[in-house]
């Protein structure tokens, strides 16, 4: 199947700072990518849908100014934590499709540790 | 999106076939059934996806009642590498930017 590479795997930052998550499809373009968020023993929650060359689009309750969605190209998107505080470490995970393609892929993820 | 219902957890041997069920009672004509598992602290890994019609790939089965009111998912002849949480999932059409909303899944437990 299709790759898509997350990096970095694990971060721990300090509160207030920033972190900056990268999200690559390696071997197929992908004009939508998602991204999600997942606590321990919980299920994946969807954060937002990156769409390459415009706004991306917010769930419910997550708030766009906190978590900046970038889709620059067609095999990078980025999801930015700003101002971390301890609440926001969670394991958050990408998906991407390719044009055409019935099924979605999901990266290996990144566990945000904010201390 | 249609929602499903899965059991928590099950167990199976080493083996064996492991049959998931999921219930979607409320599928629309147009909407998919895929399957998704993930295995501790990584990526969910795609199974097998289906709309009417019984599936089989190198990694499973998938077989839709004739109404799709329920799938199964059929791993054959499971190994200790299968055990992971395994997602149900209804989305309307295999294209375009529509949303993978995952379940709570089934935790399935693989037993020497």
């Known amino acids: 199947g299709a790759v898509v590479s997350q990096h970095p795997s694990w971060v721990i930052c300090k509160s207030g700072t920033s972190v900056k998550i990268e999200c690559r499809s390696l071997?197929?373009?992908?004009?939508?990518m998602f991204w999600y968020r997942q606590f321990p023993k919980q299920s994946l929650m969807l954060m937002a849908t990156?769409?390459?060359?415009?706004?991306?689009?917010?769930e419910q309750g997550v708030e766009k100014d906190k978590f900046l969605i970038n889709h620059a190209s067609l095999t990078l998107s980025t999801l930015t934590v700003t101002s971390a505080h301890p609440e926001d470490s969670s394991f958050y995970i990408c998906?991407?499709?390719?044009?055409?393609?019935?099924?979605?892929?999901f990266g290996q993820g990144t566990r945000l540790t904010v201390v | 999106d249609a929602k499903t219902t899965q059991p928590t957890s099950m167990d199976c041997a080493e083996g064996r076939a492991a049959n998931l069920p999921c219930n979607h009672s409320?599928?629309?004509?147009?909407?998919?059934v895929y399957w998704y598992r993930q295995i501790h602290s990584q990526g969910p890994q795609y199974i097998i996806h289906?709309?009417?019609n019984n599936e089989t790939n190198e990694m499973a089965s998938l077989i839709i009642t004739e109404d799709r009111k329920s799938s199964t998912l059929i791993l054959p002849h499971a190994t200790l590498r299968d055990t992971a949480v395994y997602y149900c999932?209804?989305?309307?059409?295999?294209?375009?930017?529509?949303?993978?909303?995952f379940g709570t899944g089934t935790r399935l437990k693989v037993l020497a």
């Open positions: 999932i209804v989305r309307p059409t295999t294209s375009g930017t529509y949303k993978y909303i």
């Open positions: 409320t599928i629309s004509g147009n909407e998919y």
């Open positions: 071997d197929f373009q992908a004009t939508t």
């Open positions: 998906s991407a499709r390719a044009m055409g393609a019935a099924e979605a892929f």
């Open positions: 289906g709309l009417k």
């Open positions: 990156s769409n390459e060359g415009s706004k991306a689009t917010y």
